[in-house]
């Protein structure tokens, strides 16, 4: 007899609870005493109640959840006047920035439909970005800079999983969505905590390696690209678990398969073509195409979304140079299993990419000690933005360049070499 999934019974509630339970132990390592701040789609109050839950039993101080809604956000765009799109709630994000100075961690719950903005004015979705970007820096800094413990894990929303899985009855494709999810989140075996520490384990030596080889720079090619990305001075990769500027060791990311450092904000040169489309902020961009001088976009075409990408570039000075590079297999779980999310939390996880915009210090050698001059010294770039995007494939090859010039073969065919 097939099961038919109904409601609330298409999201497995054992797997969910598990979920729960690593975003806390594992995502967080949230400790006794310490509030968390929770941000998360209304559509995924199951997960977080869960979360609630565990980060209680841990012994958290306080949990304080803040939701979203997709239909309140689009009643903005239908009813409200145009002064609204340049304002955002910084009296909230002040809050949050304060929250965590006095020591709270944070957890964002992805799940927002992807398509949710694609049909408004690009011209206003521009503006409510921008206006939420400079609200929201004061609080991002703290997470971007790793002042505290953090984490991303996500929900299947229906609207998301029926983009996913386009084919299939709301039901069997939020079911379908959420499987996805819990096997890449490592959640849907016996033993989560212990796999999660086996898999940081694995990113710990790919870091230590790219970390003892000292690359100057690194040289992308394949269909649409020839990429020289020139790696910050004092750079440090970093993988899968690390250590935030509080001494807590978190997840980040949940999945994750990425090892990544940050670029040289001056040092990028050539072009390069997304090989995944990109989801941003309820617009998809597809098929983005750039060109790099001097560590700066100057050219920036998209087949969809491209007016939405030009508006995000135009953000302020630092959104057309890199803040993060990332290397991924191919071969990797996120990838293997032929989903194409349309989600950057899980797409990032399939393949190679880089970030436009603001940089990790923790991504410096004592990067915990470095002030934001001695980062941009050093060629951290700064933004009130953070945007991943995915260049890597089959088809890429990655060379590491020595500062002698000398090549060291890194990815060949999308995989270490």
Known sequence: ?????????????????????????????????????????????????????????????????????????????????????????????????????????????????????????????????????????PALEKISNFDINWNIVSYPNPAWAKLVFPNDPEPIAVARLAKAIFAASRVDVEDPIAAWAEHNANLAKRSSWLNGERFAALHFTGPGTDLTVGLADGHEWHGGASTAKNGITCNPNIPTEEVFTTPHALRVEGYVSSTKPLSHQGTL?????????????????????????????????????????????????????????????????????????QCYSKCFLDGAKLSQDQIKAQGGNSSLIHIDWMIGSGQVDIDGIRADGSKVPVMRQGEWA
Not at 286 to 315: C, M, P, Q, Y
């Open 1 to 137: 007899m097939n099961y038919m999934p109904q409601g609330d019974n298409a999201v497995d509630p054992i797997k969910l609870d598990k979920l729960a339970e690593v975003a806390v132990k594992v995502g967080l390592q949230l400790q006794s005493g310490q509030d968390l701040v929770i941000t998360a789609p209304v559509v995924a109050l199951p997960l977080v109640r869960q979360i609630t839950k565990h980060a209680y039993m841990a012994g958290a101080g306080l949990v304080s959840a803040f939701y979203a809604d997709e239909e309140s956000t689009l009643a903005r765009y239908q009813y409200a006047n145009d002064a609204s799109f340049d304002r955002a709630s910084g009296w909230l994000y002040e809050g949050m920035a304060k929250a965590y100075a006095n020591g709270a961690a944070r957890l964002a719950v992805a799940g927002d439909n992807p398509m949710m903005l694609s049909e408004q004015d690009p011209a206003k979705v521009g503006r409510a970005n921008r206006a939420m970007s400079t609200a929201y820096k």
């Open 285 to 357: 961009i597809d098929n983005i195409r750039v060109k790099f001088e001097g560590g700066r976009i100057v050219e920036a075409k998209a087949s969809r979304g491209e007016e939405v990408l030009n508006k995000v570039l135009d953000t302020d000075e630092g959104a057309r140079r890199l803040g993060e590079v990332a290397l991924v297999p191919h071969s990797s779980p996120i990838s293997a299993s032929g989903i194409l999310f349309y989600n950057t939390l899980f797409d990032e996880n399939a393949s190679c990419h880089i970030a436009l915009g």
